[in-house]
């Protein structure tokens, strides 16, 4: 998978959608998982979904149902649309790379450098 780039980050405003984007450098392989993670200030890192990438199918915790989607495109990209943003979702937002769809961190071998979030009431 190489290196993974995440964009799409920012200001925003409460009730607002935001679409973070997570490119690999390299074809993603059928049998990874693709995580997303947030990590506010002060806080650990925190699971909002990962997506099986040959089958496309999607993991989301309870907290994520319902606003968080993940999809993809192509052989080494995927987003997370994040819809009616709160300023509780202000942080970095990472991808990586793992081979199951844990909630578990140190269980994705490969991360991204993250990109910043910040929504305003």
């Known amino acids: 998978q190489g290196q993974l780039t995440e964009s799409g980050g920012g200001l925003a405003q409460a009730g607002d959608s935001l679409r973070l984007s997570c490119a690999a450098s390299s074809r993603i392989y059928s049998s990874h998982v693709i995580g997303w993670f947030r990590q506010g200030p002060g806080k650990e890192r925190e699971y909002v979904g990962s997506?099986?990438?040959?089958?496309?199918?999607t993991y989301y915790p309870d907290s994520a149902k319902g606003r968080f989607t993940i999809s993809k495109d192509g052989p080494n990209t995927v987003y997370l649309q994040i819809n009616a943003l709160e300023p509780e979702d202000s942080g970095v937002y990472f991808c990586?790379?793992?081979?199951?769809?844990?909630?578990?961190?140190?269980?994705?071998?490969?991360w991204g450098q993250g990109t910043q979030v910040t929504v305003s009431s």
């Open positions: 990586a790379v793992g081979t199951s769809p844990s909630s578990v961190a140190s269980e994705y071998f490969r």
């Open positions: 997506m099986r990438w040959g089958r496309g199918s």
